[in-house]
């Protein structure tokens, strides 16, 4: 045999052979008598109490390791759930690093893992649960000692598949209680101390995805908080009622379907300070909106106490079909479309347009990411209406535009789940008064200036 042919067999009998070797050291060696050690020593980095089922070897292309059964409790007398529990989670290593004591990890998969996130009654948010799911990725380009030898490790991508997080929020009462699921994302182009690029996909308050987050993300490390930079957040056809803390009965509550895009950044992740550093600006539109248990108008003329007996009398005399618009329980709006900018842990609105069939308000204000709302506005009733209301109660007429549609400052406060409508009663009242003693006035001086008149000539 030619000595070159002769070495190329032996070459591809070597290679074999070192083939057949790792397969049979995978299928006998066995990883899950580490099982125990690892559990301890979670237990003490995460101070919870943790378990996992299973440790296997296997082989997908490089050495793969996988996990079956991990969870992570919150160790608190009486939580409901644990802060992280994945069905399975699977390492992708590569071969040839291992010989120079580098763990090179392709990729880290979680497969349907449910995450905990949560915020008390005092504001301190609890991230545990999704700092354990992220953990791989703040852990790449550390070195590690295993049987007091160095090892380096470095992870190039985190993957989450068919995940579920839960929003747990006691500080709105009554409390929030939120899931995202259908939990898809991707951590790409892990390098230390530097960002990476992060997709997120999810359903949220819903049966299909219609959540999606891209950004470039900076891990909290010793030296700095962390922050998001290039965000990008898209929700599409989100029910309000599945994300609003539920309105105790006949309490007012804004409906509807919310769809909005926003570009911006998060100058910190500390929990502490994470939402307030919030900034972006973009687009809100909301379809089917309703103010369910507040009839605005009514709320609006019941509280203009320097006319007594206002609403009694325009049940009186209003015609059919005006009474039934004072009547109706809530109120329905025209589809709302809203640019907004994102500061201070608020959504701000410079031009806000709510239109039914019969006003419009128009104004300025802020939606707290806590859900606070403050809104100043003004409400202009319709000019047909405004007739009506008008031939009524004749002293409306006093509050009146140049188009003939009353005009009424109003305030829109409180909470998503107890909204207030506020007129200005200081400014009616000073319109009423003063229009008043303005005509009272000027009949005044017509009857002197009648009085005082020469009298007509007689003709000769």
């Known amino acids: ?24 050291f995978l299928v006998t060696f066995d990883a899950d008598r580490f099982r125990p050690q690892l559990v301890s020593q979670l237990q003490a980095a995460l101070q919870r109490p943790v378990s996992l089922e299973h440790i296997s070897l296997g082989w997908q292309r490089g050495i793969a390791v996988q996990f079956q059964g991990l969870v992570v409790e919150q160790g608190t007398q009486g939580a409901a759930e644990p802060l992280i529990q994945v069905e399975s989670a699977h390492a992708l290593v590569h071969l040839m690093p291992l010989l120079h004591k580098r763990v090179e990890v392709a990729s880290i998969t979680l497969t349907r893992p449910r995450i905990v996130v ?10 545990m649960g999704l700092a354990a799911a992220a953990s791989p990725a ?28 839960h929003w747990l929020d006691a500080i709105r009462q009554p409390p929030a209680d939120v899931w995202i699921k259908a939990l898809d994302a991707t951590v790409k182009n892990i390098t230390p101390g530097q960002p990476m690029d992060v997709e997120v996909k999810g359903a949220l308050a819903a049966t299909t995805q219609n959540f999606f987050l891209r950004g470039r993300l900076t891990p909290p490390s010793q030296t700095q908080p962390g922050s998001v930079d290039e965000l990008e957040l898209n929700v599409k056809e989100l029910p309000l009622d599945q994300i609003l803390p539920p309105a105790r009965p006949r309490e007012p509550q804004l409906r509807g379907t919310l769809t909005t895009t926003l570009h911006g950044s998060v ?29 605005v108008l009514r709320r609006v003329f019941e509280q203009l106490s320097m006319l007594p007996g206002l609403m009694q009398t325009l049940e009186e005399r209003l015609p059919p ?12 709006l025209e589809p709302i479309n809203l640019s907004i900018t994102v500061r201070d842990g608020a959504l701000h609105f410079d031009d806000v ?5 019969t006003f419009r308000i128009s104004g300025s204000g802020t939606v707290g990411l806590e859900g606070l709302v403050s809104i100043r506005s003004t409400l202009r009733i319709d000019p047909t209406l405004s007739g009506a209301l008008i031939k009524s109660v004749k002293e409306l007429q006093y509050l009146t535009d140049t188009a003939g549609g009353m005009e009424i400052p109003l305030t829109i406060e409180g909470q998503m789940s107890r909204l207030a409508v506020l007129p200005d009663l200081n ?3 000073s319109k009423l008064l003063t229009t008043k003693v303005q005509d009272l006035l000027g009949t005044f001086l017509q009857k002197a200036l009648e009085k005082n008149a020469p009298p007509e000539s007689t003709p000769q």
């Open 321 to 332: 079909e005006y009474q039934a618009k004072f009547a109706a329980n809530d109120t329905v």
């Open 138 to 165: 703040a852990a790449s380009g550390t070195t590690t000692a295993i049987g007091g030898t160095p090892v380096s490790l470095n992870i190039a991508s985190l993957r989450i598949q068919d995940g579920a997080l």
């Open 427 to 429: 400014y009616v009242a």
């Open 353 to 357: 347009r709510l239109s039914t069939d």
């Open 118 to 127: 949560a915020r008390d009654a005092q504001g301190r948010m609890n991230l």
């Open 267 to 295: 100058a910190t992740l500390d929990p502490v300070g994470l939402t307030r550093t919030l900034s972006g600006s973009g687009d809100l539109a909301l379809a089917n909106p309703k103010i369910v248990n507040l009839n």
């Open 1 to 24: 045999m030619h000595p070159m042919k002769k070495l190329l067999l032996m070459l591809a009998v070597l290679f074999l052979l070192a083939i057949v070797t790792l397969a049979v």
